[in-house]
T-cell receptor
Framework: NAGVTQTPKFQVLKTGQSMTLQCAQD?????MYWYRQDPGMGLRLIYY???????DKGEVPNGYNVSRLNKREFSLRLESAAPSQTSVYFC?????????????FGPGTRLTVL | QKEVEQDPGPLSVPEGAIVSLNCTYS??????FMWYRQYSRKGPELLMY????GNKEDGRFTAQVDKSSKYISLFIRDSQPSDSATYLC???????????FGSGTRLLVRP
């Protein structure tokens, strides 16, 4: 069981370049999330997907697009990268039942935009 | 003003000490409260989850929620060097579970 996997682990881009961050889960969870983490800012929600075929904006969606390809995969795309998008990006899935409520996070992608 | 405020630390304590970590929030609609632990260069992992007000205990960890004061706490008893990490509080108002995170408190437990 890999849980939540993210690729790539590290990436350096030049301003204006595009790239897609990949996330996959084998936990059979419906909900998936993309966060960014910046020093002193905690984690901020970029986009989330409550189920396959649906996506919704979070707190900081500008400059990003997402695709919920199927139940397992949720990708984040930067069309024209900017230095302000230098951050650590985390993908997460969500499990809810009567006795627990948990988000499982991937290992993160460290992105630098020059 | 941020919706969730958390002292960034760092907080340095000797091994065996009782640690108190806190968050305050402004949105009275928050009902779901969580504490995550994040080791350096890793993703966050859930430590404690509390719905609405009250206390919850799990081993050396106790989470408290005071909705009247908009204040949540995490206590760690008999702290260990392995507890050294950043602790993030997180909250949500509804079943979509869009979490709002605090900025995290860095904890160092000295042997």
């Amino acid at each position: 069981n890999a849980g939540v996997t993210q690729t790539p682990k590290f990436q350096v881009l030049k301003t204006g370049q595009s790239m897609t961050l990949q996330c996959a889960q084998d936990m059979n969870h419906n909900s998936m999330y993309w966060y960014r983490q910046d020093p002193g800012m905690g984690l901020r929600l970029i986009y989330y997907s409550a189920s396959e075929g649906t996506t919704d904006k979070g707190e900081v969606p500008n400059g990003y697009n997402v695709s919920r390809l199927n139940k397992r995969e949720f990708s984040l795309r930067l069309e024209s990268a900017a230095p302000s998008q230098t951050s650590v990006y985390f993908c997460a899935t969500h499990r809810y039942a009567s006795s627990y409520n948990e988000q499982f996070f991937g290992p993160g992608t460290r992105l630098t935009v020059l | 003003q941020k919706e969730v405020e958390q002292d960034p630390g760092p907080l340095s304590v000797p091994e065996g000490a009782i640690v108190s970590l806190n968050c305050t929030y402004s949105n009275s609609a928050f009902q779901y409260f969580m504490w995550y632990r994040q080791y350096s260069r890793k993703g966050p992992e859930l430590l404690m989850y509390t719905y609405s007000s009250g206390n919850k205990e799990d081993g050396r960890f106790t989470a408290q929620v005071d909705k009247s004061s908009k204040y949540i706490s995490l206590f760690i008893r008999d702290s260990q060097p392995s507890d050294s990490a950043t602790y993030l509080c997180a909250m949500s108002a509804d079943s979509s579970y869009k979490l709002i995170f605090g900025s995290g408190t860095r904890l160092l437990v000295r042997p």
